[in-house]
């Protein structure tokens, strides 16, 4: 792109040119790949991070955990515990008046405990004893009992394997409508012994696979055994807790995606699945199973509640990860998503929502590339409000709508559109520097001319070395046969700072010496009327000098500020060689700098870089002509050898900058020079260099 082409008569970008279009397509092409390659990991921890910020509030809760921990298993013996304990502990439950019991066990063995179990191991002799044990009774049929008079969800679990033909079963809950698309199907159901089957109201799956990265995030409210549809153990606790209340039994209506039990719609995926917003259950809402057992327990409580049982012993083979940990107990889950379909608490990543994440970086990919070639630094603000506004968005949707946004699609699809154009920019300059350097030499008239205009417009050497006390200063420029467009210069802006710069026009011959002219002219202009600071001067320089340059000149240019009554420098590099410092014990190192890409490319906002300089410490800044210079086997003369070179005599500015200029033209021994050589060294003495 160059100035002439791509900008109107006041100096801004009219449409983006076609080469542009097609690079920020390609990234736009790039990125979206990449996106699509990403989620869901890179969506999954964006939530998973909204989640452990903004966890749900349970205060509230209608839901209670009934654990079975080390604490009870002291108290009553190890697991499984005799029938006549769970009938026990169900009985005072639905005394309490809970809604729903849900029982996250399976239990498919009969009671190691019953007493005719006992007796048929160790019958007795006397018959009458044999009798009066088979009274006794079995402890299962005591927890049958217990089941059948109080409102109690079993749970089941879906099985390829070692299961119960789902036909046979029985299943009370009624679900009606189209279900999902992808339901989990299990040919068979692993299911309670037959004694509590034939007594319970309700029956829930205990099934709910991870993500694939090993997470829970959500639950699943239907799914398939056989044929048939049936619930998840928290829809099921849900359906036998609204019975309870009002008397009859709720219909679950089906679609494709969602699930509709009583008044309450809940969004599912294709799977069936509940995307659950976590929380961490407060302890006030989980009590032991023994706690649950004393007689001191107050069971009103558990009035009008959902109360899910479950093993939570060390060794508990229920535990699983979820956002806000890799450890929780997977009756809380359960229970969250009881508490999520009674009271609301899923989260959901509608369609629109999806629609709006690509579309939102589109847009934001045509804002950029609008902006990608204008003189305006809002591309910047643009690209920084993005990256700050929608992951704000993002959360806001999740705090307050439960609503999943991803905000890395659109920031990505944006930025890599943005880098696509920058590239393109970036390599159509360095295209055309390195054709402006291959380009050949002019007539003998147009390289003297050239030669005229650089030298004559340069400092005069002598001036420098009385310049001022504080600062020693010397500088040297040698044009090459084919190049005219390196110059420095130095200027003084008041009694104490001092502007140094030095530059190089990436073109050749007359026209190159022509620019040349014209920038150190709008340079010196620009430097003493700017009331800004260095950044700003440096982009009101730059666009000054966009407006008036050719098809193919660019300029690399370090401008500095030295302020002499504290050593303290300023300095803007765009796209030009790093500064070299000597310090006091005379090591030489370069000054690493941020920079930017050369003025007359592009807008751009450089930034102001600082350099402090002790009393003795020089600086030392060159053009390419010195490392790029070449010997007769085409050899750079490099940075190790400048390096070197600075070492060889210190003594003063002009003995730096001599023993430089020796060194490079003793490397090319006799050959060409193919560029400028341009050096300027000065040495700070101090604020008061007498004393």
């Known amino acids: 792109m160059t100035a002439s082409k791509s900008r109107s008569s006041k100096g801004r970008p009219a449409l983006p040119p076609r080469n542009l279009w097609l690079a920020a397509l390609a990234g736009l092409a790039l990125a979206a790949l990449l996106s699509i390659g990403l989620n869901p990991r890179a969506h999954n921890a964006v939530f998973d991070g909204w989640q452990r910020i903004a966890p749900r509030d349970l205060a509230q809760s209608q839901v209670r955990v009934v654990a079975i921990g080390d604490e009870s298993l002291d108290v009553i013996g190890s697991w499984p515990w005799p029938r006549r304990v769970l009938a026990t502990m169900t009985q005072r439950i639905a005394e309490g008046g809970a809604a729903a019991i849900g029982?996250?066990?399976?239990?498919?063995?009969?009671?190691?405990?019953?007493?005719?179990?006992?007796?048929?191991?160790?019958?007795?002799?006397?018959?009458?004893?044999?009798?009066?044990?088979?009274?006794?009774?079995?402890?299962?049929?005591?927890?049958?009992?217990?089941?059948s008079t109080a409102p109690v969800v079993l749970g089941r679990a879906g099985v390829s394997l070692g299961g119960a033909d789902p036909a046979n079963l029985t299943q009370w809950a009624t679900l009606n409508g189209t279900p999902p698309a992808a339901l989990p199907r299990y040919p068979l159901v692993q299911s309670n012994l037959q004694a509590l089957e034939a007594r319970a109201p309700g029956f829930g799956m205990l099934n709910g696979a991870p993500d694939g990265d090993g997470v829970v995030r959500s639950v699943p409210l239907i799914m398939k055994t056989g044929e048939a549809l049936v619930p998840g153990l928290a829809l099921e606790l849900v359906r036998v807790a609204l019975e309870q209340r009002t008397g009859t039994d709720p219909e679950i209506t089906l679609a494709p995606g969602s699930v509709t039990i009583g008044q309450r719609s809940i969004p599912v995926d294709e799977q069936g699945r509940m995307r659950l917003h976590f929380a961490e259950i407060p302890a006030r809402h989980v009590y032991s199973a023994i706690e649950i057992m004393s007689q001191e327990f107050d069971l009103r409580q558990l009035k009008d509640k959902i109360v899910v049982i479950s093993l939570t012993a060390e060794g508990s083979p229920d535990i699983v990860a979820t956002p806000l940990g890799s450890e929780m107990f997977g009756v809380l889950v359960q229970a969250q998503a009881a508490d999520a379909i009674g009271r609301g608490g899923w989260l959901t990543r509608p369609i629109w929502g999806k629609a709006a994440e690509w579309a939102v970086g589109a847009a934001l990919a045509i804002v950029l590339l609008f902006l990608s070639t204008g003189q305006s630094r809002s591309r910047w603000l643009v690209l920084l409000g993005a990256a700050a506004g929608l992951p704000l968005v993002s959360f806001l949707l999740f705090r307050f709508g439960d609503i999943l946004f991803d905000p890395i699609r659109p920031l990505l699809l944006g930025s890599g559109s943005a880098l696509a154009v920058f590239a393109a920019l970036f390599t159509e300059a360095r295209r055309e520097r390195a054709v402006l350097r291959d380009a050949q030499n002019r007539s003998?008239?147009?390289?003297?001319?050239a030669r005229a205009i650089q030298l004559g417009m340069l400092p005069d050497r002598a001036a420098l070395a009385r310049l001022d006390p504080r600062i020693d200063i010397a500088a040297q420029l040698e044009a090459a046969k084919s190049v005219g467009g390196d110059f420095y210069d130095i200027i003084r802006l008041d009694q104490d700072r001092i502007v140094i710069l030095?530059?190089?026009?990436?073109?050749?011959?007359?026209?190159?010496?022509?620019?040349?002219?014209?920038?150190?002219?709008l340079s010196r202009s620009v430097l003493l009327r700017s009331p800004g600071g260095l950044a700003e001067t440096a982009a009101m320089l730059n666009e000054e000098l966009?407006?008036?340059?050719?098809?193919?000149?660019?300029?690399?240019?370090?401008?500095?500020?030295?302020?002499?009554?504290?050593?303290?420098?300023e300095f803007v590099n765009a796209g030009h060689d790093n500064p070299l410092r000597i310090t006091t014990d005379g090591q030489v190192s370069e000054e690493a700098m941020e920079g930017g890409p050369p003025f007359c490319i592009m807008d751009y906002p450089w930034p102001a870089e600082e350099i402090v300089l002790k009393p003795g410490e020089a600086l030392v800044l060159?053009?390419?002509?010195?490392?790029?210079?070449?010997?007769?086997?085409?050899?750079?003369?490099?940075?190790?050898?400048?390096?070197?070179?600075?070492?060889?005599?210190?003594?003063?500015?002009?003995?730096?900058?001599?023993?430089?200029?020796?060194?490079?033209?003793?490397?090319?021994?006799?050959?060409?020079?193919?560029?400028d050589l341009t050096v300027v060294a000065f040495r700070y003495l101090g604020a008061n260099p007498a004393a």
């Open 622 to 675: 060159i053009t390419d002509g010195v490392t790029e210079a070449q010997n007769r086997q085409e050899q750079l003369f490099g940075n190790d050898r400048t390096r070197a070179a600075l070492l060889a005599d210190q003594s003063s500015a002009g003995a730096m900058v001599a023993s430089l200029r020796g060194a490079v033209r003793a490397f090319e021994d006799g050959a060409d020079a193919s560029d």
């Open 444 to 449: 003998e008239g147009e390289l003297g001319a």
């Open 103 to 147: 029982f996250d066990i399976l239990f498919v063995e009969p009671d190691a405990v019953s007493p005719t179990r006992f007796s048929r191991l160790y019958a007795p002799d006397d018959p009458a004893i044999q009798a009066w044990i088979d009274g006794l009774g079995s402890m299962d049929s005591e927890f049958a009992d217990a089941i």
């Open 502 to 521: 030095i530059a190089d026009v990436t073109g050749k011959g007359v026209p190159a010496a022509l620019f040349m002219a014209l920038s150190k002219a």
């Open 546 to 569: 966009m407006r008036d340059s050719g098809d193919a000149l660019g300029l690399t240019m370090l401008l500095g500020i030295i302020d002499l009554a504290t050593g303290r420098a």
